[in-house]
């Protein structure tokens, strides 16, 4: 199916570039899973225009409505791979696509492992980003789980407003070298625990002990890059697509925005990144058009 954008991601950078690329009169197919890490987030305040608190999914859905309402398309398919022949072709679980544009808004991988009730308690005690949830947990004893660069930035957004903070290696080495204020755990994480009504309490420990924590924040570094960008030859940089100002790449075309983009993991970031992909990849289109 020809397009004139991919957009491979549904959080607020791909929907965001979306948005413009429609209402310049382009069809645009966005490709994605799931809500990614923005379905983590239990409840958002820190975003402008919101009168009251909501959910990171009620949000991506609302995203995804506005995505339909202006006539994209939304594939709930994963992609499998990508080329680039001077046009780019998306092979999904059922169908291929192709457009002169790609943008990638997909995300990083969130390195989360296999602990017991670690996804049962996502949003009730487990978070990704402190700095979206650390004022939730204000005099609290927390968690961060990592033993690298990632759960350091944690650790110190954490600092100022937790009770204490317990730095969890899960058996890792450290490559870093943590506040003295904390304290670091290096026995292994076997489970998470929660009280009745669902709330984190504890973590349990490889020898079955106990240590009291009323929010784990999961900090195990980000993914070593994107499968999408190497398979298009992109060399990554600290784990992140590399963009030029205007959110492009070194290949015609493909754009990048948002969590693959940029360390800091902000849904405000996020839109913004997109919104300028979208009117690049406008620009391109449009030089692309005239040359026809």
């Not at 004139?4 to 490709?31: E, H, K, M, N, T």
């Not at 009620?58 to 994209?72: I, S, V, Y």
């Not at 997909?106 to 390195?111: C, D, Y």
Request: charged content about 20%; some cysteine; hydrophobic content about 40%.
């Amino acid at each position: 199916m020809e397009q004139d954008a991919i957009i491979i991601g549904s959080g607020p950078a791909g929907i965001s570039a979306a948005l413009y690329l429609l209402r310049a009169g382009f069809q645009v197919s966005v490709l994605s899973r799931d809500n990614g890490a923005l379905g983590k987030a239990h409840l958002i305040e820190n975003y402008y225009g919101l009168p009251e608190n909501i959910s990171g999914d009620q949000l991506a859905e609302n995203g995804r409505r506005q995505l339909l309402r202006l006539g994209g398309a939304l594939l709930e398919q994963e992609v499998t791979s990508i080329n680039w022949d001077g046009s780019f072709h998306v092979h999904a679980a059922e169908q291929e696509l192709a457009a002169p544009v790609l943008i990638l808004a997909a995300g990083i991988a969130r390195n989360t492992r296999s602990i017991p009730g670690l996804r049962e308690l996502e949003g009730k005690g487990v978070s990704y980003c402190a700095t979206c949830d650390s004022f939730f947990y204000r005099g609290k004893d927390l968690c961060v789980l990592g033993s690298g660069a990632y759960a350091l930035s944690e650790l110190e957004e954490l600092l100022p407003l937790a009770g204490h903070v317990t730095l969890l290696t899960n058996g890792e080495p450290l490559s870093i070298t943590p506040p003295d204020s904390i304290t670091v755990e290096h026995r292994a994480v076997k489970a998470l625990l929660g009280m009745e009504e669902g709330q984190l309490r504890a973590v349990q420990l490889e020898d079955g002990s106990e240590l009291a924590c009323s929010g784990l924040f999961v900090a195990l570094g980000t993914a070593d890059g994107s499968a999408i960008a190497r398979q298009l030859g992109l060399m990554l940089k600290d784990g992140l697509v590399p963009v030029e100002r205007d959110m492009s790449t070194a290949v015609p075309g493909l754009f990048a925005a948002g969590d693959c983009v940029s360390p800091v993991k902000q849904i405000a970031v996020a839109v913004g990144q997109g919104a300028l992909a979208g009117l690049s990849a406008i620009q391109y289109l449009r030089k692309q058009q005239k040359k026809k």
